[in-house]
């Protein structure tokens, strides 16, 4: 794929911030990142600069979401998931034990990777 964008300034290329990267590469590390998500794996290698965050992720069947910002009723990070999570509740814990219930949204596709998505929290565990 990067052969099409050989002169395309890097900034140009869509690359994830680098605590999403430098996330994705520590699950990835710790055998905790699944196997879908990887179509994304090379830009957020390509992204992944300095540390990791303390709270990597929260992950479910279906869904992960990269460096969590938990806010009262929201929690706000990169979301990486497939078709059967959109428009539904789904249960994600992190590899510290936290967990949540968050709802997500609809979308075009099998597979989507959005940045600094916000997600509606259902309830907080």
Known sequence: MNDFYLYEPQEDQNI?????????????????????????????????DGEPPDLLAFISEGAILLAPRVKND???????????????????????????????????????AIEDIELEIVKNQ
């Open 74 to 112: 929201s929690v706000k990070g990169m979301l990486i998931c497939e078709d059967k999570t959109f428009n539904k509740q789904i249960k994600m814990e992190s590899p510290c034990g936290q967990s949540l219930i968050v709802t997500v949204p609809s979308f075009d596709g099998r597979y989507v």
């Open 16 to 48: 994830p911030m680098y605590v999403y990267g430098a996330a994705a590469m520590e699950l990835i590390r710790r055998g905790l990142f699944p196997k879908w998500g990887l179509f994304v794996y090379k830009d957020l290698k390509q992204s992944a």
